[in-house]
């Protein structure tokens, strides 16, 4: 397996990607070239024999959720007292690849990416699916030693109001997150 940078040139696909399998809506893609734009928006790839594996991406020095919710974005504001802050955008394992602790790699690397760009913090922010499966839980807990948690039931319901819909639940979702702050 190779891990490597994602190059600039190489996000548009990765946001059609993200858009495919994990947050439905065009919205995700323009955020995402926007990110892009102002060089605020990185990531690890995994790669076997030419194919892509999977990968990770991270926004650099924001606090921001998939769904605003600006009391919680505060709070973690202020446990963070000043320091540099990085949140997790998205991490894919394709299907051919999983149950191999590619997303737990791929985390390892993502941290020390953000580290070396002076984050001090690493939010992550997992989906809790209806059935209650966390399915990017074991990779989160790579990204360093957890300082603050929060679970909130029904995270996502709004995000239909902001042009995206849930790959599990669609238009109504009624998925929680549970957010964690990790120490890099």
Do not use: R, S
């Given at each position: 397996m190779e891990y490597l940078e994602i190059k600039p040139e190489e996000f548009d696909e990765i946001a059609k990607e993200i858009e495919r399998q994990l947050t439905h809506g065009k919205v995700i893609i323009?955020?995402?070239k926007r990110k892009c734009e102002e060089g605020r928006y990185f990531g690890i790839k995994a790669v076997e024999n030419g194919e892509l594996a999977g990968f990770y991406t991270y926004v650099d020095d924001v606090i921001e959720c998939t769904v605003p919710h600006p009391e919680l974005e505060k709070e973690i504001e202020e446990f963070a007292a000043g320091e540099k802050v990085t949140t997790g955008d998205a991490i894919f394992i394709h299907p051919n690849f999983q149950r191999r602790g590619l997303g737990m790699e791929l985390a390892r690397r993502v941290s020390a990416h953000a580290k070396s760009k002076g984050a001090k913090?690493?939010?992550?922010?997992?989906?809790?699916h209806?059935?209650?499966s966390i399915p990017s839980h074991k990779a989160f807990l790579c990204n360093g030693e957890v300082v603050w948690e929060k679970t909130i039931p029904l995270f996502y319901k709004?995000?239909?109001?902001?042009?995206m819909e849930c790959p599990?639940?669609?238009k109504n979702c009624i998925c929680g997150a549970e957010l964690q702050l990790h120490k890099l």
């Open positions: 323009d955020e995402i913090y690493f939010i992550t922010e997992a989906w809790i209806p059935n209650g709004d995000m239909d109001k902001l042009g599990i639940c669609g």
